[in-house]
């Protein structure tokens, strides 16, 4: 029986003369440098990296501990400002998660190969984004235990949610979003765990892998029920790229608050979650190709696409910006002009031009070549850039509710202690998971990069 180990190539690679020889080499060697970041004693860098992660998700516990014995008012929200910091930290992470399910699917559907090599780690940041989004909604009703309402399912009180709500609509995106992502994600990861348990020397890790290897043993049945499958899932996360975003942009288009009340942001959303997704991944994944001897696998042709992207899509979101301008002074609304004016020349001016010149300014450096394969440029842009996501989302947010139609409702948002360590606890919760996701699952889909590089397909102009 064949064990995963020589069945992931998903192709034989048996060409003329000596090609089958040579591709099974190198499908042997993207085992191996795959295999070892999982199966190796864990290395150094991990442990304090880890540790950091664990202090910042400490911030979250505590937080929290100190939200539920005391309540929604440790926040600096107030009756003017009554969404902020946890809303926009929401918004941000549904949109750090969009990056994962346009490479895994969408880009699978229009046969990409260079999504092959960071697919994997795209789909994990999603799931780990999602979590992380999660924690906003809950806590911001005030009582999370009572949460469980929002679901639809008979009671003695005969209560059913109100589906009139955009928080109604945001809990059924998300929860659909987050299982089609996690079964996305797993279904794939199936054969690579599979080498993983057939590698492994340790006995508690064979048991481990081989329990969520699901009996797989590579073949051609196996391999042609996978293929299907994934196709399919492929094709149901497509939708979720655009529809996701576009609930929640919902929140905020389909009330009547000047500010709020436009048609443009669904694409708006969607594009800027593609923008700030995608310079995560970036973020992640550049070191990562160091720090776990990667640089072959994850190859600077696909950072550069991934900058690439970030233009296209950044110079989307600029282009939101103007319109959204351009809308508010046509519309010949005063309370749509002035609330837009206020965004420029008011109190929160300063986050405006922090949007401003790190969505719209620093994108721009990626024309050049010599940024786009400079490894610490493109993780210092791609920073900046999620620096500037989050700033959108606070400026929409917090701009559009700072100066409302009567004088008694005008007041400045101040954070206070407790936002910030949520807001810092929720990038621990999701480093966290991501490093643990490093050291254990295979960051790269093994399969997937035999299956596009050139050994795979040696001899085919022969037949």
């Known amino acids: 029986m064949a064990t995963s180990t020589d069945a992931t190539t998903g192709h034989g690679g048996h060409g003329p003369g000596d090609d089958g020889g040579k591709a099974r080499a190198v499908f042997r060697g993207i085992t191996d440098d795959v295999a070892k970041v999982a199966l190796n004693p864990t290395p150094k860098w991990w442990y304090p990296a880890f540790a950091v992660s664990n202090l910042m998700l400490l911030c979250l516990v505590v937080a929290l501990y100190h939200l539920f014995t005391t309540g929604i008012g440790v926040w600096g929200n107030n009756n003017i400002q009554g969404w902020a910091w946890d809303?926009?930290?929401?918004?941000?992470?549904?949109?750090?998660?969009?990056?994962?399910?346009?490479?895994?699917?969408?880009?699978?559907?229009?046969?990409?190969?260079?999504?092959?090599?960071?697919?994997?780690?795209?789909?994990?940041?999603?799931?780990?984004?999602?979590?992380?989004?999660?924690?906003?909604?809950?806590?911001?009703?005030?009582?999370?235990?009572?949460?469980?309402?929002?679901?639809?399912?008979?009671?003695?009180?005969?209560?059913?949610?109100?589906?009139?709500?955009?928080?109604?609509?945001?809990?059924?995106?998300?929860?659909?979003?987050?299982?089609?992502?996690?079964?996305?994600?797993?279904?794939?990861?199936?054969?690579?765990?599979?080498?993983?348990?057939?590698?492994?020397?340790?006995?508690?890790?064979?048991?481990?892998?081989?329990?969520?290897?699901?009996?797989?043993?590579?073949?051609?049945?196996?391999?042609?029920?996978?293929?299907?499958?994934?196709?399919?899932?492929?094709?149901?996360?497509?939708?979720?790229?655009?529809?996701?975003?576009?609930?929640?942009?919902?929140?905020?288009?389909?009330?009547?608050?000047p500010g709020w009340h436009t048609t443009i942001f669904p694409p708006y959303f969607v594009a800027g979650a593609i923008f700030s997704g995608f310079a995560m991944v970036a973020t992640l994944l550049v070191p990562l190709r160091y720090l776990c001897n990667l640089k072959h696998i994850i190859k600077e042709s696909h950072i550069e696409a991934m900058c690439k992207i970030m233009?296209?899509?950044?110079?989307?979101?600029?282009?939101?910006?103007?319109?959204?301008?351009?809308?508010?002074?046509?519309?010949?609304?005063?309370?749509?002009?002035?609330?837009?004016?206020?965004?420029?020349?008011?109190?929160?001016?300063?986050?405006?031009?922090?949007?401003?010149?790190?969505?719209?300014?620093?994108?721009?450096?990626?024309?050049?070549?010599?940024?786009?394969t400079n490894p610490w440029i493109v993780v210092g842009l791609s920073i900046l850039i999620n620096v500037g996501m989050w700033f959108e989302r606070f400026v929409i947010i917090a701009t559009s509710l700072a100066r409302q139609a009567v004088p008694g409702m005008w007041g400045y948002f101040s954070p206070t202690r407790w936002d910030l360590l949520t807001m810092i606890g929720s990038f621990g919760l999701f480093f966290t998971l991501f490093l643990l996701f490093v050291r254990f699952l295979p960051v790269i889909a093994i399969a997937e990069v035999k299956m596009v590089t050139p050994e795979a397909h040696a001899g085919k102009d022969d037949h």
């Open 87 to 257: 809303i926009t930290n929401f918004v941000f992470w549904i949109g750090i998660g969009h990056a994962g399910t346009l490479i895994s699917a969408v880009l699978y559907l229009f046969r990409q190969d260079w999504r092959t090599s960071i697919n994997r780690s795209a789909e994990a940041m999603t799931i780990f984004a999602v979590a992380a989004a999660g924690i906003f909604p809950i806590i911001h009703t005030g009582r999370p235990w009572f949460a469980w309402w929002l679901i639809p399912h008979p009671n003695d009180m005969g209560m059913w949610p109100q589906f009139r709500s955009p928080l109604m609509w945001d809990v059924f995106a998300i929860s659909t979003y987050a299982t089609t992502s996690i079964l996305f994600w797993y279904m794939g990861m199936v054969p690579d765990i599979a080498t993983l348990r057939d590698k492994a020397k340790e006995r508690w890790k064979q048991i481990g892998y081989g329990l969520l290897a699901l009996g797989w043993r590579g073949s051609a049945r196996q391999w042609h029920r996978y293929e299907r499958a994934y196709l399919i899932l492929a094709a149901l996360s497509t939708p979720l790229v655009l529809s996701v975003h576009s609930v929640v942009s919902f929140d905020f288009a389909t009330s009547q608050n």
């Open 311 to 372: 233009i296209a899509t950044g110079m989307m979101v600029g282009g939101a910006y103007a319109i959204e301008l351009f809308i508010a002074w046509y519309s010949g609304n005063a309370g749509e002009w002035f609330t837009f004016r206020n965004r420029i020349l008011g109190e929160y001016s300063w986050a405006y031009f922090m949007m401003v010149s790190c969505n719209v300014l620093v994108p721009q450096f990626f024309w050049f070549k010599k940024c786009r």
